[in-house]
C-alpha cells in the first residue's frame, strides 16, 4: 500500500495551508491514543510496533518518529467536524486512532509479503526482528483497532467497528489480487481489474475513515456512504496521479529514480491503459514490457505509454474520479465552508508534483 | 497453538457422554454462523478458509470437513446456558462462532510463522496456498470475527469485542514467547516462563470463550471474571497434560512416534520441570538435551525427565489446575447440576489417554 509523500504546489489554488493544518490536528489529537495503544502491547510486540511507527529505533531507543502524514486520521476528524461540529471532531479521536492502527497493521503485513525492505526512509520491520514478530505486531495492532473501537462508550461505535472490520476484509482482498495480478501477462490484465484493485488497496480506507468521521457525527446512513464514496473516489484520484508520477515524476522531487515503475515492469494504471488500448504504441508496449528491463529501452517505454494514450487517460480519470469526490461530498454537505476541510484534504493528497 | 484431539477413557467417572453432546450441539449451533462467515469472504480468502475448516479440498471440491472438537464455542455456549438459559446459549450462536474464527486465524498464522506442514491431518494452508495467502485469510478471519460480533445487536456484544480482542493480543504474545523461548538454552528457561507461556497460549483463550458466554448471560462483572479464570485453569491442565502424553502417550493412541516432543528438543512443562528440579537426573536431562538427538538415547532421555520428578509434577500440577478450575467455577455457579456441563467439557479436554 502507498503512503502519502506529497509536495503542495504553490501554482495550486489550494495552497495546502487548510490542509497542513488538519493534518498536524490530527497527528496532534490521535498521538496520545495511539501511544497508548502501543504501551498496553506486550513488551516484544511493542518494540515492533514502535519502531515501526518510527518512535524508536531498532535498539529501542528514542526515534525523532516519522509516523507518516495521518491522512487517514485527519479524514476522520474532519468527516465529523463537517457533519456534527467541534463536540463531534473531538468524540472520534478513539476512532481515528483506530483506523491508523489498521493502517499500520496492513502496512507492517504487506511489508511481509510483498518482502518490501523500505517503509518511511528506514528499513521495514521484518527485516529488523523477523517475520514472524512483524506478522504477530500486526495482528496485535489490527486486534487493538478493533478492541479499541469497541470499547469506545460512543454510540457510533459497533457501527464503527463492523465498518472498519469489513474494510479490512477488503484491504486483504486488494492485497491478494495485487499479488495475483504480479504473476500475470500484462496482456492479459484488464483495466476494470486495476481499477477494482484501486479501490480495494487504496479508496476503501480512506473511504471508511470518512464514513466512520460520518457515524461519530451521528449522520444519517445515506450521508454515511456518500462520505465513504467521496473518500473512495479520492483515494482512485490519489492512486492514478501517485502512478503517473511513477512514470513521469521527477526524480528531484519524488526520492525515486525516473521510470521507476516500469523498470520493475509494474501493471500500474497508465501502463494497463496503454496496454489495452489497441494502438500502434500499445504494441510495441507489450513486447518492450515482455522484455527484461534495460535501461537503455527506459525512454522508448515511457514514450510508448505516452503515446498509446496512458498519461491522458490517468490525468482525465483522476479529474473525473475527483469531480465524482465532490459531487458525493455536495450530496452529504451542500455548504461549502462546511465542506471546505474534506475538500482541502482529498486536493492536498491528489495534487502533487510530477 | 494445539489442537484438541481427545479420546475419552472408559475408566473415567465422566463417560464423555455429556461432553460429546454439548461437542455436537455446538458444532450443529455455530456451524451455520461460520459458513456464513467464510461465504462473505472474497473469492481468493474464501477458498483458503474453507480449506483450512477442511469443508473444501485443494482443488475447492467439497470435502467431507473435519474442523476441530468446536471446543470453545461448546464453552460459550455451555456458560451461556448455565448462567442464562437456553435464551442465553441460543443468543450466543454468534459470539461462539466470533471465538472459533479467531482461534481458526491463529492457527493459520502460526502454521506459516512455525513453518508447520501438518494440520487436522491435512498440509497446512500455507504449503498449499502459498504465505501471502494464508497470512492474508487469517487477517480476514480475524476482521469477521470481531466484525461480526460487533455487528451483533446484543447488549454484551460490546463487552465481548473489547475481551476478544485483548485476547488475541495475549495469544500474539505467546506465540511470540514461544517462538523466543525455542531460540534459548534450555538451561536457562524457568518453570514460571514456560506455565505463562501455556496460559497464553491455551488458557487465554479458553477462559476468553467462558467469558464471552457468561457476558451473553448478563452475568455479573466477578461472575464473567470467574468463568475467565476456569477456563484459563482448565487449559493449564489440559497442557500439562498434553505435554505428558508427548513424552509418554502410546504411539497407537497419539499418532506420534513415541517420545516426539522429546526427538524435537522441545521445552514442554515436565522437561523444564524435570531440568529446573536440581536433582542428579536434571544434570543428566540437561547433557542429553545439549546433544543432536539420537533414538538410542530417548529412552535415557525419558527416564531422565521421570526420575528428575518431571512427570510427578506435571500430573500433581494438572490436578491442581483442575482443582482451582472447578474452584472458580463453584464461586460463580454454586449448583453442581447446573455447573455440570462446563465441569464435563473441562474432564474431556484433560482426560486422556496416557
Not at 184 to 190: A, D, F, I, Q, S
Given at each position: 500500500m502507498t503512503d502519502f509523500v506529497s509536495e503542495s504546489r504553490?501554482?495550486?489554488?489550494?495552497?495546502g495551508q487548510e490542509a497542513t493544518a488538519l493534518l498536524v490536528g490530527a497527528r496532534a489529537a490521535v498521538d496520545p491514543e495511539l501511544r497508548a495503544a502501543l504501551d498496553a502491547l506486550p513488551t516484544g510486540m511493542r518494540r515492533v510496533a514502535r519502531y515501526h511507527f518510527g518512535w524508536e529505533h531498532a535498539d529501542g531507543t528514542a526515534a525523532a518518529g516519522h509516523?507518516?502524514?495521518a491522512i487517514r486520521p485527519a479524514l476522520v476528524l474532519t468527516a465529523a467536524a463537517a457533519l456534527g461540529g467541534p463536540a463531534a471532531r473531538a468524540a472520534a479521536a478513539r476512532a481515528a486512532a483506530a483506523v491508523e492502527l489498521v493502517h499500520n497493521f496492513t502496512l507492517l503485513h504487506d511489508d511481509v509479503m510483498d518482502r518490501d525492505t523500505t517503509r518511511r526512509h528506514r528499513p521495514t520491520a521484518w527485516t529488523v526482528f523477523g517475520v514472524p514478530d512483524a506478522i504477530l505486531a500486526g495482528d496485535a495492532l489490527h486486534a487493538r483497532a478493533l478492541g479499541l473501537l469497541a470499547a469506545d462508550?460512543?454510540?457510533?461505535a459497533p457501527a464503527a467497528v463492523a465498518r472498519l472490520a469489513a474494510c479490512v476484509v477488503e484491504l486483504c482482498e486488494g492485497q491478494q489480487v495485487d499479488t495475483a495480478l504480479e504473476q500475470?501477462?500484462?496482456?492479459?490484465?484488464?483495466l476494470d481489474e486495476v481499477l477494482t484493485l484501486a479501490e480495494a488497496k487504496t479508496g476503501a480506507l480512506l473511504g471508511c475513515a470518512c464514513a466512520v468521521g460520518a457515524l461519530y457525527a451521528g449522520a444519517a446512513p445515506g450521508d454515511v456512504d456518500a462520505l465513504d464514496a467521496f473518500g473512495r473516489e479520492a483515494g482512485l484520484a490519489f492512486q492514478l496521479i501517485d502512478d503517473v508520477i511513477g512514470i513521469w515524476g521527477d526524480p528531484r522531487h519524488t526520492?525515486?529514480?525516473?521510470?521507476a515503475d516500469l523498470a520493475v515492469r509494474k501493471k500500474s494504471l497508465p501502463v494497463v491503459a496503454a496496454l489495452t488500448s489497441g494502438t500502434p504504441a500499445a504494441a510495441e508496449l507489450a513486447e518492450l514490457y515482455a522484455r527484461p528491463y534495460a535501461a537503455a529501452d527506459l525512454e522508448r517505454t515511457v514514450l510508448a505509454v505516452e503515446r498509446a494514450g496512458g498519461r491522458d487517460w490517468a490525468q482525465v480519470q483522476a479529474a473525473d474520479r475527483m469531480a465524482r469526490a465532490v459531487s458525493e461530498l455536495t450530496r452529504a454537505i451542500p455548504e461549502p465552508e462546511t465542506a471546505g476541510g474534506l475538500l482541502a484534504l482529498a486536493e492536498f493528497v491528489t495534487r502533487r508534483s510530477v
Open positions: 504553490p501554482t495550486s489554488p489550494w495552497d509516523a507518516g502524514k462508550p460512543h454510540p457510533a500475470r501477462h500484462p496482456g492479459e490484465v484488464t526520492g525515486k529514480p525516473a521510470g
